[in-house]
T-cell receptor, first 114, second 115 residues
Framework: DAMVIQNPRYQVTQFGKPVTLSCSQTLNHNVMYWYQQKSSQAPKLLFHYYDKDFNNEADTPDNFQSRRPNTSFCFLDIRSPGLGDAAMYLC?????????????FGDGTRLSIL | AQKITQTQPGMFVQEKEAVTLDCTYDTSDPSYGLFWYKQPSSGEMIFLIYQGSYDQQNATEGRYSLNFQKARKSANLVISASQLGDSAMYFCAMPGGTSYGKLTFGQGTILTVHP
């Protein structure tokens, strides 16, 4: 029944070693989002895709990239993770891009940097 | 720009009692909405309830209801008959502004339900 699935739940990587987090959805939603959430803070939007159109937030570091090869899948690539990138990464989807569209979140991937 | 304020860092409630979580907002959009999300310690964000500014009646979803007062710019979440499983972080969020579908989140309120 899971509708937004994130893999893995926990990821450990080394400082500077590229890492990819994955998200898939069975809702056939047009929009997919990636958020970063640090401990005791609200989620922070990194970027979103409306279909194939990529939209980067102005303050998202260049170190973070994303790919959406098809409707169902979206990936977050961190090219050279630093200690400050340790966080929970949340993927979300919404049917459309609009003010009344609830976003449906996955369970998140908790990223640790050694 | 949108601004969401949750002034209660932590709240405690006895099981089976009702609790109100506060949320105030500021926006220049003539039409807007408010979402509430629940985040248990396991990390997933669960959509609870939504209300649009032009909705005539306060939204209700099971034990959750929104006390929406536009004049006061508040959209408080009321949880009736609290259960132990309600213990979690709760976020109020508003979409819109310069980035139409982007959510602006409040700081969150940690709710603890005591048996």
């Amino acid at each position: 029944d899971a509708m937004v699935i994130q893999n893995p739940r926990y990821q450990v990587t080394q400082f500077g070693k590229p890492v990819t987090l994955s998200c898939s959805q069975t809702l056939n939603h047009n929009v997919m989002y990636w958020y970063q959430q640090k401990s005791s803070q609200a989620p922070k939007l990194l970027f979103h895709y409306y279909d194939k159109d990529f939209n980067n937030e102005a303050d998202t570091p260049d170190n973070f990239q994303s790919r959406r090869p098809n409707t169902s899948f979206c990936f977050l690539d961190i090219r050279s993770p630093g200690l400050g990138d340790a966080a929970m990464y949340l993927c979300a989807t919404s049917r459309d891009w609009g003010a009344n569209q609830p976003q449906h979140f996955g369970d998140g991937t908790r990223l640790s940097i050694l | 720009a949108q601004k969401i304020t949750q002034t209660q860092p932590g709240m405690f409630v006895q099981e089976k009692e009702a609790v109100t979580l506060d949320c105030t907002y500021d926006t220049s959009d003539p039409s807007y909405g408010l979402f509430w999300y629940k985040q248990p310690s396991s990390g997933e964000m669960i959509f609870l309830i939504y209300q649009g500014s032009y909705d005539q009646q306060n939204a209700t979803e099971g034990r959750y209801s929104l006390n929406f007062q536009k004049a006061r710019k508040s959209a408080n979440l009321v949880i009736s008959a609290s259960q132990l499983g309600d213990s979690a972080m709760y976020f109020c969020a508003m979409p819109g502004g310069t980035s139409y579908g982007k959510l602006t989140f409040g700081q969150g309120t940690i709710l603890t339900v005591h048996p």
